[in-house]
Each structure stands twice: as structure tokens, then as C-alpha cells.
């Protein structure tokens, strides 16, 4: 699986590393519910870390599509929000 984190790149990503995240990605998910910045800031670090940690930086000069998009490392908790879908950030 192809995972870009915007304004960063793109990762590789095997099925495991995914299902993995699911759990970080539902901090993200329930710190922006809650409307804590301080959580959700945490939480965002700790699931970018992860992908970056699990995945292998896809070829820079690939065209390839990526399966899935997660926020800057900077972006808000209204921005965040506005991603959400009903399975979060990471469906699964």
C-alpha cells in the first residue's frame, strides 16, 4: 500500500504495517472528536512516526497513486476534521 503524508512524500507500506496503525489512527480520530488539541497534536505525531518508522519511502519520481492520504504534520485539528471519514484516517 502507497501512503502519502502531505507536503512530506509517499510510503510503502505492507497490509500489517496498515491494520498496525488502525490503533493510532483512533487516537487521532478520538482526540479531534473531543476537540483536544493537545491530544490530537500528540496523536498526529505518533501515527506519521509511524508510517515513516513501518514504511519505506517510496521512489520520489514514481507517478504512482497513492491508496491512501494523511495530513501534514502541521495541519489543524479543523483540517484533520475535515479528512475524517467514518473509519478515520485509515479504513480497516
Known sequence: MIVRILGEGQYDLSDD???AL?????TVESAV???DEPAFREAL???LD??????VPHEADSLDE????LPMADA????V???LSDEGLIPG
Open 33 to 35: 472528536e473531543a476537540g
Open 66 to 69: 497513492s491508496d491512501l492520504i
Open 50 to 55: 509511524g508510517v515513516r518508522t513501518a514504511g
Open 45 to 47: 505525531v505518533a501515527l
Open 76 to 79: 489543524t485539528l479543523a483540517e
Open 17 to 19: 504495517a496498515v491494520g
Open 81 to 83: 476534521r475535515d479528512m
Open 22 to 26: 488502525n490503533e493510532l489512527d483512533a
